[in-house]
């Protein structure tokens, strides 16, 4: 068949082919217009019912793949999601095993400064103040009532027979985010 109709030939538009059954091609600019190759398609030999059929089964099965595409984004955002959470806690715990690391330094310039050696106080202060920054908090102690849970009991002493309450602070206890890092050491008054 030839792009340009002959004499008395009658090329029918797009619309009006495919609303006849008729596959319209484009033409080799790619657009389908008055110079279109109109293909007649055979006719259905399947009847109604059974294209209903078709139809059905076809969109039944477009259905459970757009329910499992949607099931595995899902998933892939709750991956997502839980690694991130993951690669958090993770930074987070490294960074308590460093603050947790440099107790010992926070205990030995106290103890210089305890001494009376001044010339660390800055230090000291420094250090604090980074890792406070972080989230390192001390506990309190002396004179609260003892907590088993941020507090070690290492000696008693003889009270009153009320509740316990922390009597001295033997070794300071700290915080990281509000979880216990390392309980205070203390002396107990029963």
Not at 15 to 32: F, K, P, R, T, Y
Request: proline content about 4%.
């Amino acid at each position: 068949m030839s792009d340009a109709p002959s004499d008395g030939e009658t090329v029918p538009n797009s619309a009006e082919a495919v609303a006849e059954g008729a596959d319209v091609h484009a033409s080799a600019d790619g657009e389908a217009g008055d110079m279109a190759e109109v293909v007649e398609l055979p006719p259905d030999s399947r009847s109604k019912e059974e294209l209903a059929e078709a139809l059905f089964l076809t969109t039944a099965e477009r259905d459970s793949y757009l329910e499992t595409a949607q099931r595995v984004q899902a998933e892939f955002d709750n991956f997502r999601k839980r690694s991130a959470t993951d690669a958090d806690t993770r930074v987070k715990n490294g960074v308590a095993r460093i603050a947790e690391a440099l107790l010992p330094v926070l205990d030995a310039f106290d103890a210089a400064v305890g001494q009376g050696e001044d010339n660390v106080e800055p230090l000291r202060t420094q250090l604090y103040s980074v890792l406070e920054r972080e989230g390192l908090s001390r506990v309190g102690s002396a004179g609260e009532q003892f907590d088993p849970n941020v507090h070690e009991a290492v000696l008693h002493e003889a009270g009153d027979g009320g509740e316990s309450v922390v009597a001295e602070e033997l070794r300071c206890g700290y915080l990281w985010h509000g979880r216990v890092l390392r309980a205070a050491m203390v002396k107990v008054r029963n």
